[in-house]
């Protein structure tokens, strides 16, 4: 798209960030403890503090009152920019969580995920581009939010996706008094993790849930109606390996528990934190469109934990975080711990802060609602309705560039319509219901298969 047709168009709102995107077999893990290399992890490179650094301060004198390797707690305090009323509900929940889901493509056909038959594909232009997946990772974070989590689908199958991840990660670092991106996260199923982790640890990704649903490869090809157990188990061992060397990856492996199926796992997954710093998060079967759910293949969660508690005795409860999902435990004297998504029997619903955007750019507020608002045809109106790709992304840069140096007329910011946008996903997310439905209601109600939403 020509520059001067984006000149042309008038700006409604102000851009208040600034923008800088510039006897079954078991897993053969690599133990941390087998690794005595003197050499780390480099990972990321930090971003660049947008204040000049503070002179560094001889610890043989005393540090003058003007002087301070860091800001003050009051003075971080003072500056701090209210939460943003766009992502606070009703019921004073704030929305600092935003999961991207970037593709509808998997290379698996997980049972309880995906109909046996597939589903019908989007046309690729009603799906996001990747400059519009980084323009709305950029509006998000500057209303506060700090985690943003990339799913699908299986989002390694995107080829796009190192570039995008790149993109994200320069979202890090403080600016106009939000905290700035602190985590860029993925959902994968591992497949093909392993040929692309490097680079993306590279990129900023700070955090995986890996989705595996059992520890037999045979058992494996039955859950998934494919291979690939194997590809699996190489990407797991890449993330020990890099964690070992300092790279800092939170890895959290997703076990979906389906009665008659893979129960009979449960131990077997809560055996692999003996020594290894691993989180197994066990998740009870949820219902979606496709996935054939009845609650007689639902293990509750404290069925399983008393199956685990009559094995380990020692089994200890784990402070939970602000906003978690889980029920955390540890068995004591083990490295890693384990844990239990409760959606179906004790829903999580008071601590919610996620938001979801689906890959054809559909706001979800709740995971389980049937509710959605397009953020992408509002956000291509900036294009006169056609998708942002790269050569208009580039065209709207250069006229930022040309308003900010006073070349162009016009109220700075990328997006023209960006006030139309956050008073869109306001109205959504005031629209937030206390809970989602219960278990009864679930299984009648109309939802886009799992695949869709990406979870």
Same mark, same amino acid.
């Given at each position: 798209?020509? /520059?001067?047709?984006?000149?042309? =168009? ?35 490179? $930090? ?9 560094? *301060?001889?610890?043989?004198?005393? $540090? ?28 004073? =929940? ?53 985690? *943003?989590?990339?799913?699908?689908? #299986? ?9 995008? @991840? ?8 403080? &600016? ?23 680079? @993306? ?6 955090? *995986? ?47 979906? /528990?389906? =009665?008659?199926?893979?129960? &009979? ?14 989180? /197994? &998060? ?12 009845? #609650? ?7 069925? @399983?934990?008393?199956?685990? %508690? ?65 953020? &992408? ?18 065209? @709207?840069?250069?006229? #930022?560039?040309? =308003? ?19 008073? /869109? ?17 679930? %299984? ?12």
């Amino acid at each position: 798209m020509a /520059v001067e047709k984006y000149a042309q =168009r008038s700006s409604v709102a102000l851009m208040r960030s600034s923008r800088r995107l510039h006897s079954q077999p078991q897993f053969n893990f690599i133990a941390a403890a087998s690794y005595h290399k003197t050499t780390s992890w480099r990972g990321p490179a $930090a971003p660049v503090a947008e204040s000049s650094t503070p002179e560094r *301060i001889s610890v043989d004198s005393p $540090a003058s009152p003007s002087q301070s390797f860091k800001p003050s707690r009051f003075k971080r305090i003072q500056e701090a920019a209210p939460f943003s009323s766009f992502l606070t509900d009703n019921f004073y =929940r704030q929305h600092d969580y935003l999961r991207i889901s970037i593709t509808e493509k998997c290379n698996l056909r997980c049972l309880y995920c995906m109909p046996e038959e597939g589903v019908p594909q989007s046309p690729p232009s009603h799906l996001l581009t990747t400059p519009e997946i980084v323009l709305l990772s950029e509006l998000f974070v500057s209303q506060g939010v700090t985690k *943003i989590r990339l799913t699908g689908g #299986e989002p390694t199958v995107r080829k796009d996706i190192l570039p995008m @991840m790149q993109q994200i990660g320069q979202l890090r670092g403080a &600016r106009a008094g939000r905290e700035g991106l602190k985590d860029l996260c993925l959902t994968t199923n591992g497949i093909s993790l392993w040929r692309k982790l490097d680079p @993306m640890v590279e990129a900023g990704l700070t955090g *995986i849930n890996l989705s595996l649903d059992t520890l037999d490869p045979y058992q494996f090809q039955i859950m998934t109606r494919r291979k690939g157990f194997d590809a699996v188990q190489r990407s797991i061992d890449r993330i020990l390996e890099m964690n070992a060397l300092g790279a800092g990856i939170k890895l959290k492996i997703n076990c979906v /528990v389906m =009665r008659g199926l893979n129960d &009979r796992e449960i131990l077997d997954f809560v055996e692999l934190g003996r020594e290894k710093d691993i989180e /197994v &998060r066990f998740i009870e079967y949820m219902p979606f469109d496709g996935n054939k759910w009845s #609650e007689g293949k639902m293990l509750p969660f404290q069925e @399983m934990l008393d199956r685990i %508690k009559e094995k380990y005795p020692g089994v200890e409860k784990v402070q939970d975080h602000k906003n978690d999902t889980s029920k955390t435990y540890r068995v004591s004297g083990f490295v890693g711990k384990f844990g239990f998504i409760t959606s179906m029997t004790h829903n999580f619903c008071g601590t919610c802060n996620r938001l979801r955007i689906t890959s054809d750019g559909n706001l979800k507020v709740c995971l389980f609602g049937n509710d959605e608002v397009s953020l &992408r045809d509002i956000l291509r109106e900036n294009n006169m309705g056609n998708p942002i790709d790269e050569e208009a992304f580039e065209a @709207m840069k250069r006229i #930022e560039m040309d =308003r900010k140096e006073g070349r162009v007329d016009g109220a700075l910011g990328m997006l023209n319509n960006e006030s139309k946008l956050l008073d /869109v996903i306001g109205i959504a997310v005031k629209g937030k219901k206390e809970k989602h439905a219960g278990m009864g209601e679930l %299984k009648d109600m109309k939802n886009r298969p799992m695949i869709l939403i990406g979870g």
